[in-house]
T-cell receptor, first 113, second 109 residues
């Protein structure tokens, strides 16, 4: 299947700092990518839809100023968690679709101290 | 309102047995029904998917059964192996994908 790569896979940061997570489609172009958040032993929660060349669409209850999304090219979307706090600690996963199938990145584990 | 209901929450199966996970949906506009397998600390991996124009799809030991009139679909894992132990998510989508809550499957050696 298609490959979606996320980086970093793990990041630890201090409270109040900002963290950027990258999502790349390695072997296809993606005009749309999706960002999810997953708490332990729970399902994936869609945070936002990232659109190449335009603003992201955020799900209800997700703070767009807190979770900045940029989709500057057809193969790269970034999620920046701004002024991170311990409650932002979570597993963040991106996905992109090609040929009618949805593929996920490996996920990024964020720990905010 | 949960649009995709998945059961059971957890499942224990003997090695060599058949693992069955069920999902039900409400939105008749859904036209794509994938199953994902997720190991701890990893992102979900697409396992198998079906569209509503067929009632069954088989790939190796994995089979999706789809009942459009009942709005239900299920994943069958034949000859279950310890390496199949993972969390499985069903999903349904039209323009946006909705996930079930997941099933933690444990295969006993």
């Amino acid at each position: 299947g298609a490959v979606v790569s996320q980086h970093p896979s793990r990041v630890i940061c201090k409270s109040g700092t900002s963290v950027k997570i990258e999502c790349r489609s390695l072997d296809f172009q993606a005009t749309t990518m999706f960002w999810y958040r997953q708490f332990p032993k729970q399902s994936l929660m869609l945070m936002a839809t990232s659109n190449e060349g335009s603003k992201a669409t955020y799900e209800q209850g997700v703070e767009k100023d807190k979770f900045l999304i940029n989709h500057a090219s057809l193969t790269l979307s970034t999620l920046t968690v701004t002024s991170a706090h311990p409650e932002d600690s979570s597993f963040y996963i991106c996905s992109a679709s090609t040929a009618g199938e949805l593929f996920f990145g490996e996920g990024s584990r964020l720990t905010v101290l | 309102q949960q649009q995709v209901k998945q059961s059971p929450q957890s499942l224990i199966v003997q090695k060599g047995g058949i693992s069955i996970i069920n999902c039900a949906y409400e939105n008749t506009a859904f036209d794509y029904f994938p199953w994902y397998q997720q190991f701890p600390g990893k992102g979900p991996a697409l396992l198998i998917a079906i569209r509503p124009d067929v009632s069954e799809k088989k790939e190796g030991r994995f089979t999706i059964s789809f009942n459009k009139s009942a709005k239900q679909f299920s994943l069958h894992i034949m000859d279950s192996q310890p390496g199949d132990s993972a969390t499985y998510f069903c999903a349904a989508s039209d323009d946006k994908i909705i996930f079930g809550k997941g099933t933690r499957l444990h295969i006993l050696p």
